[in-house]
């Protein structure tokens, strides 16, 4: 072989790309990851996708079994966390078929750039709403809030006194700058995996410390068995079951960051397990937190269980362990932040510059959408608490969409065909149950809305 004709070779092997080929596309739907950003571990792919489940709605799960009764609340659980499973396999079995590597890839490769540019503002809302949410909750928990008309002490305050330096915006100007700032700043979603790690954890320590004075209580007597089924006295009590439902249906969408994490798997393959471990960890933490928070605060239970931590809980030490629990809970959210904030810059990028190059590789775009977001929900938090009750309209629907319709309705327009009969009855049902749950929901919002409206 001469030289010439061995360069000639080379030239045309450098030229060819394959699956470790590093990119530099055009546009973020034609990204493929290179082989040098495929490291991350199985381990770090579930505390990853694990805390983009929990987030705050550990919080919000234990008033369901208050209205659905103990046995109904954990059956729906259990059964919402398979249809999400369902959910998400869909969406990675039809991304694949379509060779793409995003959500918003798919839904533009099955309804053009309209179903791509409708996803990426529904992640933009959803994510917008729920991080301003994590920081109200915790300007609430650290410097107090007068929100409900009484003041209730954060942490600070109770610790120290009022000051200017335990107002809600020192507090949450510091936690944006001194942790949320840092954990937003990375460029790969696996950087994330040993704070995600400590998320869990602190969830799982949430857990033990409520299910130990549930059962120290109940040793003792002084609790009740809760129940265990709705007492239906009348129609009104009927429709109250319905109200439920949307809490535990939304409480496991996290479709907008399974395929980011997949993009960065050593082992793609490895996705599936990924997608049923946090599955499998995330509805034992769900389940247990459930149980044993109604055990403990029955009838008493709270829509936001950390409330009821407010309180004197009745045993010795009781208010040491409110406050590890309200701490705990806190850092849990701080961390949490970083994972849904991942997605929505990446939506957000792809909604504004679709025909750039990958956000990772421009610093100053990727520091320019960071910066002004950050701002942008900190202002929101300190100045416009009550921005909630717009969010929980946008936020219902936002969601359910995310996480059913959007998947079903790329089954049922399968444009590669490769749709079976059984991916088609579970995508219309899953529309069904996600619309009904998500006119349910907004229902309950507009009458709480008109009720306080008539209250005020």
């Known amino acids: ?131 301003i949410v994590y920081l109200i909750i915790i300007g609430d928990v650290i410097s107090g809030t007068s929100a409900s008309g009484d003041h209730h002490f954060g942490l600070l305050e109770a610790w120290f006194g009022v000051h200017w330096w335990t107002s809600r915006a020192f507090v ?20 994330l995996r040993i704070t995600s790690a400590v998320s869990v954890a602190l969830a799982v320590v949430f857990v033990v410390i409520t299910a130990g004075i549930a059962i120290y209580k109940l040793s003792n007597g002084s609790i009740a068995m809760p129940k265990l089924f709705p007492h239906l006295t009348n129609s009104a009590s009927i429709w109250k079951l319905f109200t439920a439902v949307p809490v535990i249906v939304t409480a496991y969408v996290c ?84 994972m849904i904030f991942f997605a929505l810059r990446l939506n957000l990028d792809g909604l504004l510059f679709h025909k750039a190059s990958p956000l990772a590789s421009d610093n100053r775009r990727f520091v320019g959408i960071t910066a002004p977001l950050l701002a942008v929900l900190y202002l929101c938090a300190c100045f416009v608490p009550s921005i909630w009750d717009a969010f929980q309209i946008t936020g219902a629907t936002a969601t359910v969409c995310i996480g059913f319709i959007f998947p079903a309705s790329i089954v049922l327009k399968d444009p590669h065909g490769v749709a079976t009969r059984r991916d088609r009855i579970l995508s219309v049902f899953m529309m069904v149950l996600a619309v009904a749950s998500s006119a349910v929901a907004i229902y309950s919002d507009i009458h709480s809305a008109f009720d306080k409206a008539k209250e005020g």
């Open 1 to 131: 072989m001469t030289i010439g004709s061995e360069q000639k070779r080379n030239r045309e092997k450098s030229v060819v790309p394959d699956d470790t080929t590093p990119l530099l596309p055009s546009k973020h739907d034609e990204c493929r990851p290179s082989q040098e950003q495929r490291q991350a571990s199985l381990a770090g792919a579930v505390f990853n996708l694990s805390t983009t489940i929990v987030g705050a709605g550990i919080m919000a799960l234990p008033a369901t079994m208050r209205v659905l009764g103990l046995i109904p609340g954990i059956i729906m659980i259990i059964f919402i966390a398979l249809l999400t499973n369902a959910s998400i396999e869909i969406l990675i079995r039809f991304s694949r078929a379509a060779h793409k590597t995003t959500y918003a890839g798919a839904m533009g490769d099955a309804f053009g750039k309209i179903g791509r540019r409708v996803l990426q503002t529904l992640v933009v809302i959803n994510n917008v709403g729920l991080m």
């Open 172 to 191: 949450l100007l510091v936690v944006t700058l001194a942790v949320l700032a840092p954990l937003t700043s990375f460029k790969r979603i696996d950087s």
């Open 255 to 338: 479709h907008y960051n399974v395929q980011i994490i997949d993009n960065e798997l050593h082992h793609s393959s490895q996705i599936h397990q990924v997608v049923g471990l946090s599955i499998v960890l995330c509805s034992a933490v769900y389940i247990t937190t459930s149980f044993f928070a109604f055990l403990l605060f029955g009838e008493s239970t709270l829509e936001d269980v950390l409330s009821n931590f407010d309180s004197d809980i009745g045993i010795p030490y009781g208010y040491v362990l409110n406050n590890i629990v309200r701490v705990s809970y806190v850092v849990h959210i701080m961390l949490v932040f970083p």
